[in-house]
């Protein structure tokens, strides 16, 4: 990570205004944000911004220190811009559509403007390995590691699953049951689900209580943004990466309801073919994604 990635960020969320804004921009989640702000703020020994539920307003030290720093800083960018030429070419990636649209593509912006193009494709891990053993795909963001013939994986980051639900959901919940029951003072929350197996709601359960969910089933849909709008309208309680839902949680929309310990995670892996002849712009997508994702890791 560039030692001056603090300085960067607080331009990025000045400009913006908002904190989200500067995380999408950035590739990062919304609390690593909050976090290299938060930094920021502790070394210089003021505060920066006013918080608000609209967004955040530069205080006098952060209208000082933009107007210190901001010709510097673009400066600088331009120099990281153009120490690696360009790379231009198509790279063809593939993934699951919530991590695509909200980590991945927004990582690759960069390259983007530079001049690679993406064609992405989304789908669940099996079928895009068979796409990509196959050739179609050049990279695979796999959420599952399989022994295909001809491919190799390499860890990009860990995702750690997370029960919300509403405010309102919260309220109800019996916090002196919670304590010796955890299991019990939840069964009265109906369930949203990615499938009729509960598979990412019964590992949760499994691993936090020894025991499968008995609650309702309220709505099945095999989308995890679709699952997290269900949530927010207050359908029901489930299980998602954390990542997915940072801005909802930052903001109240959703919180966490079980404070477990070891909480379930999933590796996501980048699964491309093995090959002596690798092109540059893979080459370029696949490094520029590790460098990312060594910052999603406290909020991913």
């Known amino acids: 990570m560039r030692d001056l990635d603090l300085l960067d960020t607080f331009l990025e969320i000045y400009r913006s205004g ?12 919304q609390p690593s944000v ?5 930094r920021l703020e502790t070394q210089l020994g003021s505060e920066l911004f006013a918080r608000s539920s ?7 030290d952060g209208d000082r220190l933009a107007a210190q720093i901001g ?5 600088l960018r331009q120099v990281w811009e153009t120490a690696s030429p360009p790379v231009h070419g198509i790279v063809r990636l593939a993934g699951a559509s919530d991590v695509m649209a909200r980590r991945i593509i927004p990582a690759l912006a960069p390259l983007i403007a530079g001049g690679m193009t993406l064609e992405v494709s989304l789908g669940l891990t099996p079928e895009l390995l068979s796409q990509l053993v196959e050739g179609e795909v050049d990279v695979v963001v796999a959420s599952a590691w399989a022994p295909l013939r001809g491919v190799r994986y390499q860890a990009l980051v860990d995702e750690e699953f997370v029960l919300v639900g509403t405010p309102a959901h919260a309220r109800t919940i019996d916090q002196n049951r919670a304590m010796t029951d955890p299991q019990g003072a939840l069964a009265h929350l109906p369930l949203v689900a990615y499938d ?4 990412i709601i019964r590992r949760y359960w499994r691993s ?22 269900a949530v927010i309208a207050g359908a029901g309680v489930s299980v998602l990466p954390r990542y997915l839902a940072d801005q909802e949680l930052a903001n109240g929309t959703v919180v966490v309801l079980h404070e477990g310990e070891d909480l379930p995670i999933n590796t996501l892996y980048l699964a491309t073919r093995t090959s002596a002849d690798v092109p540059a ?3 370029a997508a696949i490094a520029h994604l590790q460098e990312r994702a060594q910052g999603w890791q406290s909020g991913f």
């Open 34 to 38: 909050s976090e290299r702000l938060a």
């Open 71 to 75: 010709d510097g800083v673009d400066r």
């Open 18 to 29: 908002s904190l989200t804004a500067a995380a999408s921009r950035q590739g990062l989640s």
């Open 54 to 60: 609209r967004g955040v307003t530069p205080t006098v």
């Open 281 to 283: 712009p893979l080459r």
């Open 196 to 199: 009729q197996q509960l598979s």
């Open 208 to 229: 936090q209580f020894g025991v499968r969910p008995a609650n309702y089933v309220a709505v099945i849909v095999p989308d995890l943004r679709a699952i997290l709008a």
